[in-house]
């Protein structure tokens, strides 16, 4: 990654925690035992590592409890993820993106440059971008980005407020048993390992609608109103229906780390963010968008 670019991606921010050490490096190295000092002082080196002010922190700057240092996260040799998003709008406050499967939202673990975030920053030259929602790396499907910090909070009030109107689409196992339209609510809370989630008895947190659409013998296109937005609420919830989506790595049944961590390319998570709807808070004009990606049952072996 260049710097000029990294440089244009926000930083990762850190206050610094109790302890004796001499310096931020000695502080930095303690914290993050995985990145190695030579890296930190690299990072150093090339101005990488700031204060809250945006001084540039070097390798002998004294250790101070609370102290808040910002730096940029730098992954080597990232793979590329060989799918290519789409822009469908950009206007002054909002851009509205087509991601691919596979292509994380915004950086995380081992991906910093290959990321939805980090692709438009590049391909539109605005730094101020800001997904107002995520969506899972391994779903497809629409992402609403702010690009304007002045309405930014209006924007991101649809959400929070449940102001907008999401559809997503999913192949999975036909279920014929059931009555539809049929409302899914359950409690929704971590799972072990720590990345899964998992019903539980209590009140619910989740909702999801959930409506049959084409029918092909043993699978379905399942139409999916997910009211509320938890972790991977719609996985969870068609998982416990009976119809784990297609081709997920995660529920119903965990695959073995091999397996789930090296992506098929061949065999996507049938899980498409479809379309967005809402009331725009700036215009008062009914907003809708519809993703152009479609999902395979050909994909479902």
């Not at 990345?195 to 043993?218: D, K, Q, Y």
């Not at 061949?266 to 808070?281: E, G, H, I, K, T």
């Amino acid at each position: 990654m260049s710097d000029a670019f990294a440089a244009s991606l926000r930083p990762s921010v850190l206050h610094l925690p109790r302890g004796d050490w001499r310096t931020v490096l000695d502080c930095l190295c303690a914290h993050f035992p995985a990145i190695g000092r030579e890296i930190w002082l690299e990072r150093m080196r090339r101005g990488r590592v700031l204060d809250g002010e945006g001084n540039v922190l070097g390798p002998e700057y004294p250790y101070r409890e609370a102290l808040r240092v910002h730096y940029f996260r730098e992954v080597a040799a990232e793979t590329p993820i060989p799918f290519a998003e789409a822009v469908l709008h950009a206007d002054d406050h909002l851009v509205v993106a087509d991601k691919p499967h596979f292509l994380p939202v915004a950086p995380v673990g081992e991906y910093v440059e290959q990321t939805l975030l980090a692709r438009l920053v590049r391909r539109l030259g605005n730094p101020d971008l800001v997904p107002l929602h995520r969506i899972d790396r391994l779903t497809a499907g629409l992402v609403l980005f702010s690009c304007n910090r002045a309405s930014r909070g209006r924007y991101q009030a649809l959400f929070r407020e449940r102001r907008i109107r999401k559809v997503y689409a999913a192949i999975a196992p036909a279920l014929p048993g059931l009555s539809f339209p049929l409302l899914r609510r359950s409690r929704l809370v971590k799972g072990e390992p720590f990345f899964l989630m998992r019903e539980a008895e209590g009140e619910p947190n989740s909702e999801t609608r959930v409506e049959p659409g084409e029918r092909r013998g043993a699978l379905w296109r399942y139409v999916l109103h997910p009211v509320t937005g938890k972790t991977h609420q719609l996985r969870v919830h068609m998982a416990a229906l009976g119809a784990g989506i297609c081709n997920d790595p995660l529920y119903p049944r965990l695959l073995e780390r091999s397996r789930r961590e090296i992506d098929d390319y061949c065999r996507p998570l049938q899980l498409l963010a479809q379309s967005l709807n809402f009331v725009d808070p700036l215009s008062g004009r009914e907003r809708c968008f519809d993703s152009c990606l479609a999902l395979d049952f050909d994909a479902c072996r």
